[in-house]
């Protein structure tokens, strides 16, 4: 009974004794990930930390002696080791729970960028963010065309300079998405204005433009002319018409007409010149035999699959005088920008009756935008705050001294 209870209190004196250095380790580790990243490190895997870290740092030199391994005391003082490490693991994550937070990853994106790249910004608070490396693929996507890839890895984008990394990264990611159509994008942006992307290109073309719950059913009928993607068609059934949108559409012996091109501003910018904008046109059909792809229901997708060809009627959606006010501004040679406007600039506590933007700037306000409301048609009396974000409307070199009166 006495030898029992003396490799008992070994194996306790042993555990404790090598216990010390493994165990700060796991305390460590638990109170930074958790503090750090919220994520909790899994206890096993501390444990089997704690008790390597014990072997290496000689504490259990003694337990590898066959007299003490095989004993009670042994096998206390590797319990005592396993137990300590796990407990301080528990103690650093409880503790990082309890202190207030003020350094986590989502602190560290939120910084902007260094004052070196703050020199290269433009008139408009736009800063340029290029490519720096190259453009990697994404793990279980397939790899990206070489094509699309030297296009993404050449091009730059300019962003406004006063936004953090993380909504920088929020917004090239969504520029991405929007421009090369592409399935997924990962971007890290540092604080020199370098970008690493990782993208995956798209693996469905026309499934993408099929809303959900809903099937693409082609149809050989009489093709009218300008039909586009997104127009409403109904087609004549005898059991029924069949309506909905048209996610293509093409004539036999014919291509769809392709958009024009649009200037780069840019290249504008930069010889001075200011030049009428050319409206993109989406690709439409020219009339005669052909095929058109619509989106329907399951239902009436079996019925236009078992009839095959049948008369098609383009629907009318009405005038959208948004659009057509848009475009007779734009042939006016004007331009439409989104503006802050800087706390302490001239703007700052002004109303829009004072500032006379019209006479001033050559320039009009559309809207006002605030975190808490959205003043369209803003009157003469409606007071800018700094912050404010301002939808204006005039010709590229009046909006360029507003934007400098506006920083």
């Known amino acids: 009974m006495n030898q029992l209870l003396s490799e008992l209190l070994l194996g306790l004196y042993l555990g404790l004794l090598a216990a010390l250095f493994p165990a700060l380790i796991a305390f460590s580790i638990g109170f930074t990930f958790k503090y750090v990243t919220d994520v909790t490190v899994p206890g096993f895997g501390v444990v089997v930390l704690g008790g390597a870290l014990a072997g290496i740092s000689g504490g259990l030199m003694g337990l590898i002696d066959p007299e003490i391994a095989d004993n009670l005391a042994g096998m206390t003082a590797i319990a005592v080791i396993l137990m300590a490490c796990l ?5 650093g994550d409880k503790l990082a729970i309890a202190t207030p937070r003020k350094l986590t990853l989502e602190s560290i994106r939120s910084h902007k960028l260094s004052t070196d790249v703050l020199d290269r910004v433009d008139n408009l608070g736009r800063v340029r963010v290029t490519v720096a490396g190259e453009v990697d693929d994404i793990e279980g996507y397939p790899p990206l065309p070489e094509a699309l890839r ?88 005898p059991d029924g018409d069949v309506s909905g949108p048209v996610v293509s559409a093409r004539t036999h012996g014919a291509a769809p007409e392709e958009p024009e091109p649009e200037p780069e501003p840019d290249a504008e910018e930069a010889t001075g010149e200011s030049k009428p904008r050319t409206l993109r046109r989406a690709p439409t059909t020219t009339g005669g035999e052909g095929q ?53 600039s001239v ?55 507003f934007a400098e009166a506006v920083a």
């Open 87 to 91: 407990w301080a693991h528990s103690v």
């Open 150 to 237: 030297e296009e993404i890895r050449t091009d730059d984008w300019k962003l406004p300079a006063d936004r953090s990394l993380a909504e920088l990264e929020a917004e090239l990611t969504t520029k991405l998405l929007d421009e090369h159509e592409l399935a997924e994008v990962t971007v890290r942006i540092d604080r020199k204005g370098k970008a690493r992307i990782a993208a995956a290109p798209s693996i469905a073309g026309l499934s993408r433009r099929v809303p959900e719950g809903m099937r693409a059913v082609s149809i050989e009928t009489l093709v009218p002319t300008g039909v586009a993607r997104g127009d409403l068609v109904t087609v004549r059934l």
């Open 292 to 344: 058109v792809t619509i989106a329907c229901s399951l239902e009436e997708s079996r019925r236009l699959l078992a009839e095959g060809s049948a008369p098609t009627v383009v629907r009318s959606r009405g005038s959208r005088r948004e659009y057509e006010a848009i475009g007779i501004l734009r042939r006016g040679e004007n331009r439409f920008e989104k503006l802050a406007v800087s706390p302490g």
């Open 347 to 401: 703007l700052d506590g002004s109303s829009l009756g004072t500032a006379k933007f019209r006479t001033s700037y050559g320039v009009a306000v559309l809207a006002v935008r605030r975190a808490a409301e959205v003043i369209t048609v803003p009157r003469e009396d409606v007071v800018l705050q700094g912050g404010d974000e301002l939808i204006v409307v005039g010709r590229r070199g009046n909006l360029r001294s």
